[in-house]
Every structure is written in structure tokens, then in C-alpha cells.
């Protein structure tokens, strides 16, 4: 059975910085992609940036490029969002994902099918 377990969401003021963390459990993605998405109240889940589980593939959306930072650390098996220079519009809760997808980048929400339980991130102006 597939875990993904999301810590490091919390509250912090425009122009701060967290970091996400989420830990995988359960099976290997050693050949797969994993990812972040968020979803904001009133709006539909996006994605937000994802990463090639072996090799330096990643991917960040236009919203995020240049502020948010995707990484893993193999050993632990787990996936990092370092989040900088953070924006009130960055408020959402943030799931962690596992696409079973090889070869193309899944860059759209979709394309993962194991979640996490998702943590709260709130920016406040």
C-alpha cells in the first residue's frame, strides 16, 4: 500500500519561506515522476512542480519558476518544496503526488494517482 505523508505547511508572512516535505512509503518510484499540486478554496487543483524520481528532471509551473525549488533525497525516500519569497496567492493546501507515468514530464494533476493527505499553507499579507 502506497503512503505519502506531507509535512511542513504552517503560516507565515508574504516573503518568507517554508519548506514541504513528503515521505513515500510503500513501493519504489524509482523509474516514475513525483510531484506537488495545491488547491486553493473556490479553485480547482494545480500543478505546481514535479521531479523525475532518478536522473535531475524537474518541473515548475510559470506561477512558481525562480521562488519554489523541487528535490528528493533518494535514501530517504522523500520529496522536498522549498517555497521562497512567498505570495498571499500561494495560499492553499498542498498535496504530495506519485505519477506512475514513464518517459513524458506529467505536468497536469491528472496525470498522479497516489496523493497524500495534503498540508495547509496560508501566506498572510
Known amino acids: 500500500q502506497v503512503q505519502l505523508v506531507e509535512s511542513g505547511g504552517g503560516l507565515v508572512q508574504a516573503g518568507g519561506s517554508l519548506r514541504l516535505s513528503c515521505a513515500a512509503s510503500?513501493?519504489?518510484?524509482?523509474?516514475?515522476?513525483m510531484g506537488w499540486c495545491r488547491q486553493a478554496p473556490g479553485n480547482e487543483r494545480e500543478f505546481v512542480a514535479g521531479i523525475k524520481w532518478s536522473g535531475s528532471s524537474t518541473y515548475s509551473t510559470d506561477s512558481v519558476k525562480g521562488r519554489f525549488t523541487i528535490s528528493r533525497d533518494n535514501a530517504k525516500n522523500t520529496v522536498y518544496l522549498q517555497m521562497n519569497s512567498l505570495k498571499p496567492e500561494d495560499t492553499a493546501v498542498y498535496s504530495c503526488?506519485?505519477?506512475?507515468?514513464?518517459?513524458?514530464?506529467?505536468?497536469?494533476?491528472?496525470?498522479?494517482?497516489?496523493w497524500g493527505q495534503g498540508t495547509q499553507v496560508t501566506v498572510s499579507s
Open positions: 510503500g513501493r519504489t518510484f524509482s523509474r516514475n515522476y
Open positions: 503526488a506519485a505519477s506512475l507515468r514513464v518517459g513524458v514530464f506529467p505536468i497536469q494533476e491528472h496525470e498522479y494517482v497516489y
